[in-house]
């Protein structure tokens, strides 16, 4: 069975730490994984990966994927309280673009 | 920067009436989807809509669900039937090409009561 698993389920930190967050995936014809950030609302994307050991950064943000190891990372430096969110990884699971989902990380950075 | 927009913010029904969820999706996009959340779970896939029609949908999209893009701008997900575990934030998302990142709006919450 496809499936797509976050650990982990939530994480308190205090402002300035380092994160990260693992995401693993069994997924037939894998292609690309992405993260999302859902705060109150909408997911928001973060990444998208498709390539095995080529980091994307965004500010304080950056993320790897490794398709040996069918996972990947997301780290967040310096934390802020305003990266208090949900974080999700996606992986579509075939060509029409459906994604698999894991359950999510939940951050909470104390002031 | 274009967004996905979802009417109503808030629908409360009760159960076994009809619903009908609304979605604008962003203007160039040619692929859009239907998840729900149920409170404390993951996001699911429901439908997929390409080219005016479905191209793939779950398990959970069965004959009380339907979608429709009636005027070339609008994205509705119809519930003919509401039943209690169908309370759920519903998302709707979009995108120009199926290998690109889903963009994804604020939601509908349903509750059924």
């Known amino acids: 069975e496809d499936k797509v698993v976050q650990s982990p389920l939530s994480l308190v930190v205090h402002e300035g730490d380092t994160v990260t967050l693992n995401c693993s995936y069994e997924v037939t014809n894998f292609r690309s994984l992405l993260w999302y950030k859902q705060e109150k609302k909408a997911p928001t994307f973060l990444f998208m990966l498709t390539s095995s050991g080529i980091e994307k950064k965004s500010g304080r943000l950056s993320s790897i994927l490794d398709k040996k190891e069918l996972f990947s990372i997301l780290n967040i430096t310096a934390t802020q309280t305003g990266d208090s969110a949900i974080y999700l990884c996606a992986v579509p699971y075939n060509q029409g673009g459906k994604l698999i989902f894991g359950q999510g990380t939940e951050l909470s950075v104390k002031p | 920067e274009p967004e996905v927009t979802q009417t109503p913010s808030h629908q409360v029904t009760q159960m076994g009436q009809e619903v009908i969820l609304r979605c604008v999706p962003i203007?160039?996009?040619?692929?859009f989807y239907w998840y729900r959340q149920i409170l404390g779970q993951k996001v699911e896939f429901l439908v997929s809509f390409y080219n005016n029609e479905i191209s793939e949908k779950s398990e959970i999209f069965d004959d009380q669900f339907s979608v429709e893009r009636p005027d070339g701008s609008n994205f509705t997900l119809k519930i003919r039937s509401t039943k209690l575990e169908d309370s759920a934030m519903y998302f709707c998302?979009?995108?120009?090409?199926?290998?690109?990142?889903?963009?994804f709006g604020d939601g509908t919450r349903l509750s059924i009561l």
């Open positions: 998302a979009s995108t120009w090409e199926s290998n690109q990142p889903q963009h």
């Open positions: 203007s160039n996009h040619l692929y």
